[in-house]
């Protein structure tokens, strides 16, 4: 997208938002302007025609995802995929939030004989045109729906789905918590407190001025799956910590962290529209929400264990240097590896499958959810 039409689309989308927080009292909740920024149709920043992923920011991306950085990504979650057809009986492949429609070819490529259709639910029409335009070699097996299902049967993939989920904002004083939330300036938009009953859901020892985010859309989302697959299992791929190390005294800022051009700021009031808008995943908060819907939690584990697991390192074997190199920053503990975790559920599934899951057959770090 060109800067003069990115300029005009924000233009755009800023009175958009500002229309939304005059007529909700001069004041709107960071969880409705995160969705507007993001989702807005034809302008907010996974609706709009700019490309968000890439390896380099010379592609004019702001990001880069695991399957961009490497194919193996795709080749060892498909192990794990593959298992998971078999002991829940069932040939579909559901992913949400697709992105380029990079993780969807590597599976597709690994399972194609597995598989028999693979849905995409993704909200954006951008998206849907470029991840058509990947699969068209393959298109007949796929189809695409911008909802949820009344039921499904199958394996659900979400590779950095949940950290673009909207969350809510709390602020705490030393005395009392406030929902943080934005208002409209001359010059802008800016941070705005309201007193609130809301609260993290987690004791700890919070130290005047912390700021953290918690996430009823996201848990919200696997509720509504988990009472909708009927038969199957979900793995679902981002960076995040369980509820002890998220609430963190020393995490007092929170993760709320945005990402333009392959750099990261903290400020989401900022260039909005143009930028990614992201905040960790509490792994503790979407354990329960599934369980409490009636799925089973399969296990949580470091990427780089559930990569190793599902055979990553004898995939490396005899590879380029360049793939070597681009694999690594998927299991090094500075990069990816450590960051980034794996959560998997499961309902209705044979036991051969749910007691022994190839991802987490070592380094399952279920016991600190």
């Not at 912390?210 to 679902?236: D, S």
Request: glycine share 10%.
């Amino acid at each position: 997208m060109q800067a003069n039409e990115s300029a005009s689309v924000g233009s755009a989308l800023a009175t958009l938002i500002r229309n939304a927080i005059e007529r909700n009292g001069d004041w709107l909740p960071f969880d409705r302007f995160m969705a507007m920024a993001l989702y807005a149709p034809g302008l907010g920043y996974y609706s709009r025609g700019s490309r968000q992923f890439g390896v380099l920011p010379s592609s004019g991306s702001d990001f880069v995802t695991a399957p961009e950085l490497s194919p193996l990504f795709g080749r060892a979650l498909a192990r794990q995929v593959e298992q998971a057809l078999v002991g829940s009986r069932t040939d579909e492949v559901w992913e949400f939030g697709a992105g380029s429609g990079a993780l969807a070819l590597q599976l597709i490529d690994a399972l194609d004989a597995r598989v028999r259709r693979y849905t995409i639910v993704d909200l954006s029409g951008a998206l849907r045109a470029r991840q058509r335009e990947t699969l068209r070699a393959h298109e007949p097996k796929f189809r695409w729906l911008d909802s949820l299902p009344d039921t499904m049967h199958g394996v659900v993939i979400g590779n950095e789905v949940l950290d673009a989920m909207p969350v809510q904002l709390l602020h705490f004083d030393g005395r009392q918590w406030f929902e943080r939330g934005v208002a409209a300036r001359a010059d802008g938009f800016a941070w705005s407190d309201r007193p609130t009953a809301l609260r993290p859901p987690h004791d700890a020892p919070f130290v005047p001025g912390t700021v953290t985010e918690i996430h009823p859309q996201a848990e919200a989302f696997i509720a509504t799956l988990a009472e909708r697959l009927e038969r199957g299992a979900a793995f679902f791929i981002d960076y995040g910590f369980p509820a002890a190390e998220y609430y963190l005294s020393q995490r007092h800022g929170g993760t709320l962290m945005c990402h333009q051009g392959h750099r990261a700021d903290p400020d989401p009031l900022q260039q909005v529209g143009v930028k990614d808008i992201t905040a960790h995943v509490n792994f503790t908060g979407i354990a329960l929400a599934a369980q409490e819907a009636g799925l089973d939690v399969l296990g949580y584990a470091a990427q780089a264990r559930f990569l190793m697991n599902c055979g990553l390192l004898d995939d490396l074997r005899g590879a380029a240097l360049p793939a070597i190199a681009n694999a690594q920053k998927l299991l090094n503990e500075h990069e990816m590896g450590e960051l980034f975790k794996v959560i998997g559920f499961a309902r209705g599934c044979d036991p051969s499958f749910t007691t022994a899951p190839l991802g987490f057959a070592a380094g399952d770090r279920t016991h600190t959810l």
